[in-house]
Nanobody
Framework: QVQLVESGGGLVQAGGSLRLSCAASGRTFSINAMGWYRQAPGKQREFVATIRWSGGSTYYADSVKGRFTISRDNAKNTVFLQMNSLKAEDTAVYYC???????????WGQGTQVTVSS
């Protein structure tokens, strides 16, 4: 089992920045990648960004490319999402997730609310 705790959400004006954190505990040696997803009201959960635990390669959704940066601290088993130039459409609950294999995410955090006011 891997436990995830997100933090850093909040209310910010359009154009502002927020930094989300997600700390993993438990069987962290099994982590292959960590990612961020988000779910806006009335919409399906969508992919935001992912980072490989070994090597650090990253991948982003087109909607956040150039504005968001995912990074990790392997020693602290923590992943970050730096969000700049925030837009109202970035408003959502942001979830951190762990992938042990190569396909699906196996563990999810409880989510943290990000609200961008226009």
């Amino acid at each position: 089992q891997v436990q995830l705790v997100e933090s850093g959400g909040g209310l910010v004006q359009a154009g502002g920045s927020l930094r989300l954190s997600c700390a993993a505990s438990g069987r962290t040696f099994s982590i292959n990648a960590m990612g961020w997803y988000r779910q806006a009201p009335g919409k399906q959960r969508e992919f935001v960004a992912t980072i490989r635990w070994s090597g650090g390669s990253t991948y982003y959704a087109d909607s956040v490319k150039g504005r968001f940066t995912i990074s990790r601290d392997n020693a602290k088993n923590t992943v970050f999402l730096q969000m700049n130039s925030l837009k109202a459409e970035d408003t959502a609950v942001y979830y951190c997730a762990v992938r042990q294999g190569t396909q699906t995410y196996d563990y999810w955090g409880q989510g943290t609310q990000v609200t961008v006011s226009s």
